[in-house]
């Protein structure tokens, strides 16, 4: 079953965090995408930019409208997600609690749903 571990962190935390640190986590991350690609559990994982180049669309009575981010004033913002392919609902949260940014933000980790096809 496929799951989806969102990664929120304070960006600016990351920007203060001095470089030999960052470049840890960095190469820590990397591995670990690497190590979830080897026992064949990663689909897909990326980084995303920063909220600052975020745009919220929303389309009301027909009408569309787009707003510039960041939305949310929190300090954590959602920043990568990895997509992964495991067993069950536990496995998928012993994914996510080895993920480096873990131990700066926090992961979410949600299930993919399935959408049936209805039939014309």
């Given at each position: 079953?496929?799951?989806l571990c969102l990664v929120y962190f304070d960006h600016h935390l990351l920007q203060t965090m001095p470089k030999d640190e960052?470049?840890?986590l960095d190469a820590d991350s990397m591995a670990y995408d690497e190590e979830l690609a080897a026992r064949?559990?990663?689909v897909v994982a990326e980084a995303l930019q920063s909220v600052k180049t975020a745009k919220l669309v929303q389309v009301r009575q027909g009408r569309m409208s787009q707003t510039d981010g960041p939305f949310i004033e929190t300090k954590e913002q959602l920043g990568g997600f990895i997509l992964v392919d495991v067993q069950d609902l536990n496995a998928a949260?012993?994914?996510a609690a080895r993920i480096p940014l873990a131990k700066y933000g926090s992961i979410?980790?949600?299930p993919i749903a399935k959408v049936e096809r209805i039939a014309s």
């Open positions: 079953m496929k799951y960052r470049a840890k064949g559990q990663l949260i012993q994914v979410e980790v949600r």
